[in-house]
């Protein structure tokens, strides 16, 4: 196995008069008031040698950060392969994983409908039967009592009383065999259709998200909602070069264009 090291980092430290001469420095200028030509001659003189102590300060931080930064370059190249490729691989299986999770939804949801509909049809069908038998049983009894009507014009009493009772009977028979078909079809309910088995540490969940489909429809929205105003940002690179395009011209409403003073100084 090689042991040698990949990196070898040795990190000289800095002077520390060019730590002092920052702070120093920065005194200064907290001290500074400018109220003359004279004491704003000074003070640009002053800015030029900070000009200068920034690059000193700048120079020395590279040479220690330099070998840092070519080290970690060096450590991320060898690295970059194999973190690509797992990566990669990553993607690969999550989007797999997730074609083939959302077709068998598609599907589930498919089935379970149809199986809603199944128990839909066979509830429709008994209560049929239900109102068939109720009817049924409602003719009967009819067809009795007309019976019993006749045998009582003939004075057949006795006959006419036990016609009666059994269309009675008749049409109580009929309710309660229309009763038992009814609450059987509320039973009937459609079997869930199961979902595809989780694998352990490996876990779907469903999370809302949202995309702009038409932004001038969005900005529409907000024109006449103000106080969604917050759901549009500035696009302030393009306004920025429209602005240096055209200046005082710039047509844009509610964009202010205007020069600002910008001092330079050089390292003295």
Same mark, same amino acid.
């Given at each position: 196995?090689?042991?040698?090291?990949?990196?070898n980092?040795?990190?000289?430290?800095?002077?520390?008069?060019?730590?002092?001469?920052?702070?120093?420095?920065?005194?200064m200028?907290?001290a500074?008031?400018?109220?003359s030509p004279?004491?704003r001659?000074?003070a640009?003189?002053e800015?030029t040698?900070?000009k200068?102590?920034?690059?000193a300060?700048?120079?020395?931080?590279k040479g220690?950060?330099q070998p840092?930064d070519?080290?970690k370059k060096?450590?991320?190249?060898?690295?970059r392969?194999?973190?690509?490729?797992?990566d990669?691989?990553?993607?690969?299986?999550?989007?797999?994983?997730?074609?083939y999770?959302?077709?068998?939804?598609?599907?589930?949801?498919?089935e379970?409908?149809?199986?809603?509909?199944?128990?839909?049809q066979e509830? @429709?069908?008994?209560?049929? *039967?239900a =109102?068939a $038998? !109720? +009817? %049924? #049983?409602?003719?009967? @009894?009819?067809?009795?009592? *007309?019976? =019993?009507? $006749? !045998? +009582? %014009? #003939?004075?057949?009493?006795?006959?006419?009383?036990?016609?009666?009772?059994? $269309?009675?009977?008749?049409?109580?028979?009929?309710?309660a065999?229309?009763?038992?078909?009814?609450?059987?079809?509320?039973?009937?309910t459609?079997p869930?259709?199961?979902?595809?088995?989780?694998?352990?540490?490996?876990?779907?969940?469903?999370?809302?998200?949202?995309?702009?489909t038409?932004?001038?429809?969005?900005?529409r929205?907000?024109?006449?909602?103000?106080?969604?105003?917050?759901?549009?940002?500035?696009?302030?690179?393009?306004?920025n070069?429209?602005a240096?395009?055209?200046?005082?011209?710039c047509?844009?409403?509610?964009?202010?264009?205007?020069?600002?003073?910008?001092?330079?100084?050089?390292?003295a």
């Amino acid at each position: 196995m090689d042991t040698k090291p990949l990196v070898n980092l040795q990190v000289p430290q800095p002077e520390q008069a060019l730590f002092k001469q920052a702070t120093s420095a920065l005194e200064m200028a907290q001290a500074y008031t400018i109220d003359s030509p004279q004491v704003r001659d000074l003070a640009a003189r002053e800015l030029t040698k900070i000009k200068g102590l920034q690059k000193a300060v700048e120079e020395t931080r590279k040479g220690i950060t330099q070998p840092i930064d070519a080290a970690k370059k060096a450590v991320m190249d060898l690295f970059r392969a194999p973190t690509t490729y797992l990566d990669q691989a990553e993607v690969l299986l999550k989007k797999a994983i997730t074609t083939y999770d959302r077709e068998q939804e598609r599907k589930r949801i498919e089935e379970q409908a149809k199986a809603e509909e199944l128990a839909r049809q066979e509830r @429709a069908e008994m209560e049929a *039967r239900a =109102a068939a $038998a !109720a +009817a %049924a #049983a409602e003719a009967d @009894a009819q067809e009795i009592q *007309r019976k =019993a009507q $006749a !045998a +009582a %014009a #003939a004075g057949d009493v006795e006959a006419a009383a036990r016609l009666n009772s059994e $269309a009675e009977s008749r049409v109580e028979q009929g309710a309660a065999e229309a009763a038992t078909l009814q609450q059987t079809a509320t039973l009937i309910t459609a079997p869930v259709v199961a979902s595809i088995p989780q694998t352990k540490g490996v876990s779907t969940r469903m999370v809302w998200k949202a995309e702009v489909t038409d932004k001038l429809a969005l900005v529409r929205f907000v024109a006449a909602h103000p106080e969604y105003v917050d759901l549009l940002d500035a696009n302030m690179p393009a306004i920025n070069k429209i602005a240096l395009a055209l200046k005082k011209n710039c047509p844009l409403d509610g964009v202010r264009v205007f020069e600002d003073a910008v001092l330079a100084a050089r390292a003295a």
